[in-house]
């Protein structure tokens, strides 16, 4: 089984529908991003958790919120879709130091019509 | 200023040659610095990383580091159709997270 699984893969959605992005790791990782990229931008980072706990805002927030629901699961929600939301969406996990980024989902294709 | 600059590309090589990656960084004080390879569609893929300042080899990939001149970079020798990617450059700029810079598209040319 893979490491870290995203569900959905891909999603179609329309304008001011509320979407959750779901994640899983079986790393036993404590901590978990999520990022979204877009063409021309890179992995921009939107939210991180280090524990049930702790979750902080990454750099673009806004539109977004997350849950963490346990160790092993973390979910993106975006309460609102608008079409600038449309992106790739990438879950991953790093152990107590992050040197590096090594697990990360497979990726969820979001389109907001 | 982006904390973290690649040019975009697309870099076109000819199959056996160097690919030469250039990655530039704002924060002086950035410690961690690492290549990632994307396939399209798929996700990130770490294969570098380097803390100290001169080379690190693995493989057919070098990871150069100047820390004075505030640049990384990625060397790819003899170079395959399999390499053809985006390749992303990331800075770890203090311990909780990464900053991505937006990739640099690599096409090898049989």
């Known amino acids: 089984d893979a490491d870290v699984t995203q569900t959905p893969r891909n999603r179609i959605t329309k304008t001011g529908k509320r979407i959750m992005l779901e994640c899983s790791q079986t790393k036993g990782h404590d901590r978990m991003y999520w990022y979204r990229q877009d063409p021309g931008l890179g992995l921009r980072l939107i939210y991180y958790?280090?524990?049930?706990?702790?979750?902080n805002k990454g750099e673009i927030s806004d539109g977004y919120s997350v849950s963490r629901q346990a160790q092993a699961k973390f979910s993106l929600s975006l309460e609102s879709a608008i079409p600038n939301q449309t992106a790739l969406y990438f879950c991953?996990?790093?152990?107590?130091?992050?040197?590096?980024?090594?697990?990360f989902g497979p990726g969820t294709r979001l389109t907001v019509l | 200023q982006k904390e973290v600059e690649q040019n975009s590309g697309p870099l076109s090589v000819p199959e056996g040659a160097i690919a030469s990656l250039n990655c530039t960084y704002s924060d002086r004080g950035s410690q961690s610095f690492f290549w990632y390879r994307q396939y399209s569609g798929k996700s990130p893929e770490l294969i570098m990383f380097i803390y100290s300042n001169g080379d690190k080899e693995d493989g057919r990939f070098t990871a150069q580091l100047n820390k004075a001149s505030q640049y990384v970079s990625l060397l790819i020798r003899d170079s395959q159709p399999s390499d053809s990617a985006t390749y992303l450059c990331?800075?770890?700029?203090?311990?909780?997270?990464?900053?991505f810079g937006a990739g640099t598209t690599v096409t090898v040319r049989a």
């Open positions: 958790s280090f524990d049930v706990k702790d979750i």
């Open positions: 991953a996990t790093s152990g107590p130091r992050l040197a590096g980024l090594k697990y």
């Open positions: 990331a800075v770890n700029m203090d311990d909780y997270k990464l900053s």
